[in-house]
T-cell receptor, first 110, second 111 residues
Framework: DTAVSQTPKYLVTQMGNDKSIKCEQN?????MYWYKQDSKKFLKIMFS???????INETVPNRFSPKSPDKAHLNLHINSLELGDSAVYFC?????????FGPGTRLTVL | GESVGLHLPTLSVQEGDNSIINCAYS??????FIWYKQESGKGPQFIID?????DKRQGQRVTVLLNKTVKHLSLQIAATQPGDSAVYFC??????????FGAGTTVTVRA
């Protein structure tokens, strides 16, 4: 019984392409997040949605666009991929304080 | 720089010994702190949390200490086991939603 799931787990693509990462949580949480973890393991929040409404939008290029079709899903679409976008992207969900993270999607841009 | 950081990037500990992982934060307004554990190839996993109105909280084999005077947070792991090998992050927040993570400490347990 997966709590927070992400697809795909690995994504290898060329510069300039457009790609999407999907996230689903079956915990009934109201809030979902996207984080980026760089090669030095540093984790930084990108976006947060609460009941499908955007509540946190950090300084992220507008090539990144989150979409929340319902409370259980928060997808991340990335346009015109660049080399610097290579990282591990984590989805998370929370109710009140504790955030539950997905397994991550390793994105490699060639 | 970030408001949350760790003193040491790596920690090597003998199996069975106690581990202490330290974290310094600079934002005195933060009111909630969390420790996460990230194993290789997995997402961060919640370990223990503490509110700013407390200075100590205990869980199963783990204890978090908060010293607001010097803005210091620590995680103590008792009787460290091989399964404790991971990267440990401290995180802080003002509003329960936006977590700011430190750089992480990689703990390696020696058999």
């Amino acid at each position: 019984d997966t709590a927070v799931s992400q697809t795909p787990k690995y994504l290898v693509t060329q510069m300039g392409n457009d790609k999407s990462i999907k996230c689903e949580q079956n915990l009934g949480h109201d809030t979902m997040y996207w984080y980026k973890q760089d090669s030095k393991k540093f984790l930084k929040i990108m976006f947060s949605y609460n009941n499908k409404e955007l509540i946190i939008n950090e300084t992220v290029p507008n090539r990144f666009s989150p979409k929340s079709p319902d409370k259980a899903h928060l997808n991340l679409h990335i346009n015109s991929l660049e080399l610097g976008d290579s990282a591990v992207y984590f989805c998370a969900s929370s109710i009140r304080n504790e955030q539950f993270f997905g397994p991550g999607t390793r994105l490699t841009v060639l | 720089g970030e408001s949350v950081g760790l003193h040491l990037p790596t920690l090597s500990v003998q199996e069975g010994d106690n581990s202490i992982i330290n974290c310094a934060y600079s934002n005195s307004a933060s009111d909630y702190f969390i420790w996460y554990k990230q194993e290789s190839g997995k997402g961060p996993q919640f370990i223990i949390d503490i509110r700013s109105n407390m200075d100590k909280r205990q869980g199963q084999r783990v204890t978090v200490l908060l010293n607001k005077t010097v803005k210091h947070l620590s995680l103590q792991i008792a009787a460290t086991q091989p399964g404790d090998s991971a990267v440990y992050f401290c995180a802080e927040t003002l509003n329960d939603y936006k977590l700011s993570f430190g750089a992480g400490t990689t703990v390696t347990v020696r058999a």
